[in-house]
């Protein structure tokens, strides 16, 4: 953070700079809070639905001590969110690095690979599988999901043992703390849906056209602490405590650590916001100037501690130009601010669905039991309302026959069909979604050839692709471009060959580069929208037109094709890649070519060349196996 910045933040009365300031990026939070709370209950309802989660009623908990089970929701939300992201991380994953360039010119295909390794780095220290996960779980289930990137120098302190010369004879060791880089790079965050602000006067599929764009996080004391010491906060000890006269409440729910009725000590919520802000209109207090005299809007971020106070502030100054935020929507309608997510699709259904069930159980269990018809004069009650094996007669009835005292009561079953509308629900539920059963893994009865199973799987994935593929574009190639211009922005020699080998480190001019040429970067990010199993098929056809190719060498010339390239084709399809790390050195080129020229002198009448050894004999010679040469010939 500058220190004209630092200091203004520092002063303990907020200076007017510091108040305006505040005072419009609360007005901004608010309107962004109210929209957003307002799905913040139904987004609760499915989370719950997605666990299978319900509170026990008074009905529930009397069942229970009579053994009977409780009502309970059908886990048929979790099963089709975790469809849904199952099959976007097979599609997404099954590259050999999950990044992958698409070269514009020819000039970018020396760094497409360089470039790739820097990312695949990222990917490799942020735990890429976890955050995805998270990612398409809270699309699937809330209907919108959000990363956030930033970048990161972290340092830390280790012992490094130094030399010491006492006098002549006697050295001696001492250990001191060193700070040296443990990680220089992008990291990457999952934000709650529960907690990401975006300026909700627009859709929200069209968030970076927006004024604004935050985000709440909690932070200890410590931690601000540590920050404070690193000039990046300031002005920690004149934040106000959290308490419930902030407008806060409606950014935590129970996704928060903090409880505003009830704020623990030493734990403070952050707002981090980006604001568009045009530096010539804005002027800091004592004399420190206007932040710049540029008209045109620039982002700069803004951290407001506990919504009373902001205790950071600095340009953002990334190339991309962007908030740091990439957020996508299941739906991306722009027709709504704030679509819905699947989980929110099948909502009615799924209830349906578990009413249907629940009605049945608890039916059977009132049929199980057995609707009695007693005669007190004959029939002593007592072992009946002891569920007794046994029930006595009165003396004075004994001899009058047992049907004219007791009779069991016929009880209908009106719910033995539920079970059958449920099963049809379910399939309705599957035809909504396009999550069905083939692309569970489940096949539906009879027999297939090959041909109609394929046709059958490319039918059951084309719509969930199609999600899929909006989730890469919208969601997640936004990050990977972000993490590049990061890099190319930022990244030190230093840590630029740590990251892909000293034998590139002579890339990085090409790498950085001048920041024109960065941003007007055009190399875009490539997602495979190729399942396996179409691999596999396509394959297996190019198999087959290789064997044709290498029975008839006509053929090859004739349509230009090269066998060695169909095979590595062939091969990169079934997941094997780099064929040629099992071809011939150099070196034992050369020697085969020495056998073979051995050879060929040791049919023009010379012996065997050594170590040549003898061939099988053939039908048309007699000379070993060995070909004549056109010199051998002469």
Not at 166 to 189: C, K, M, P
Not at 282 to 302: D, E, H, M, T
Not at 363 to 374: E, F, M
Request: charged share 20%.
């Amino acid at each position: 953070m500058e220190q004209r910045f630092h200091d203004e933040l520092s002063e303990q009365t907020p200076t007017a700079f510091h108040s305006d300031l505040l005072s419009k990026c609360l007005g901004l939070l608010k309107d962004s809070r109210a929209r957003m709370g307002d799905r913040y209950s139904a987004w609760d309802r499915q989370h719950e639905l997605y666990l299978s989660r319900r509170p026990l009623d008074k009905m529930d908990r009397a069942n229970m001590e009579q053994g009977i089970p409780p009502k309970f929701i059908l886990p048929l939300t979790y099963a089709q969110v975790q469809t849904f992201v199952s099959f976007c991380t097979l599609l997404f994953s099954q590259n050999r690095r999950f990044f992958e360039l698409e070269p514009t010119g020819q000039e970018d295909f020396e760094l497409t690979d360089t470039v790739e390794m820097v990312l695949e780095g990222d990917v490799q220290y942020n735990r890429w599988p976890l955050l995805l996960n998270q990612f398409l779980t809270d699309v699937g289930k809330f209907g919108l999901g959000v990363f956030k990137t930033a970048w990161r120098m972290e340092k830390t302190d280790v012992p490094v043992e130094i030399s010491t010369a006492i006098n002549e004879n006697v050295t001696a060791l001492q250990t001191r703390q060193q700070t040296v880089t443990s990680f220089e790079g992008n990291r990457i965050y999952n934000i709650s849906p529960y907690q990401f602000f975006p300026d909700h006067r627009l859709p929200t599929r069209d968030f970076q056209r927006g004024e604004y764009c935050a985000s709440a996080e909690e932070y200890t004391e410590s931690e601000l602490k540590g920050m404070e010491q690193d000039d990046q906060v300031a002005g920690l000890k004149h934040v106000d405590k959290l308490s419930f006269k902030h407008e806060y409440g409606m950014d935590r729910m129970r996704f928060s650590a903090i409880d505003p009725r009830n704020p623990q000590e030493g734990l403070f919520s952050i707002i981090q916001i980006q604001i568009r802000l045009i530096p010539n209109d804005w002027k800091l207090a004592g004399g420190r100037g206007k932040l710049g005299q540029s008209k045109r809007p620039k982002i700069y971020n803004v951290w407001i501690a506990n919504d009373s106070r902001i205790i950071k502030f600095e340009p953002l100054d990334a190339f991309h130009n962007e908030f740091t935020y990439s957020a996508h929507e299941l739906l991306p309608d722009i027709h709504e601010k704030l679509n819905l997510g699947l989980a929110e699709l099948i909502d009615v259904l799924q209830s349906v669905v578990g009413w249907f069930i629940n009605s049945r159980i608890q039916s059977v269990s009132r049929t199980i039991d057995n609707w009695l018809v007693a005669d007190p004069s004959g029939i002593d009650l007592a072992t009946i309302e002891n569920r007794s094996r046994v029930i006595l007669l009165k003396k004075s009835s004994a001899r009058q026959g047992v049907d004219r005292f007791l009779k069991q009561l016929a009880v209908q079953d009106n719910t033995t069909g539920h079970i059958q509308d449920a099963q049809v629900l379910m399939q309705l539920m599957q035809t909504i979604t396009g999550v069905n059963e083939n692309a569970m893994g489940q096949y539906n009865s009879g027999r297939r050839s090959a041909t109609e199973a394929r046709a059958v799987i490319n039918g059951a994935s084309a719509r969930m692709r199609s999600l899929a593929e909006l989730c890469w574009v919208g969601g997640i190639a936004p990050v990977g471009r972000q993490c590049m211009l990061n890099s190319r922005q930022a990244m030190s020699l230093e840590g630029f060959a740590y990251r892909v080998g000293m034998g590139k480190a002579q890339q990085y001019p090409v790498f950085h580069q001048t920041p024109e040429q960065v941003v007007r970067n055009c190399d875009y990010f490539i997602m495979s929208g190729t399942l396996p199993s179409e691999k596999s098929f396509m394959a297996q056809s190019l198999q087959e037109l290789l064997g044709i190719v290498l029975q008839s060498p006509e053929a090859a010339q004739m349509f230009n094709l090269d066998p060695k390239k169909m095979m590595n084709e062939i091969y990169e399809l079934r997941g094997i890649s780099g064929l040629g790390r099992f071809g011939f050195s150099p070196e034992d080129q050369a020697r085969i070519a020495a056998q073979q020229q051995a050879a060929a002198g040791g049919v023009a009448g010379q012996p065997n060349g050594e170590g040549v050894p003898e061939g099988p004999p053939q039908a048309n010679g007699g000379n070993g196996g060995r070909s004549l040469s056109p010199v051998g010939q002469a």
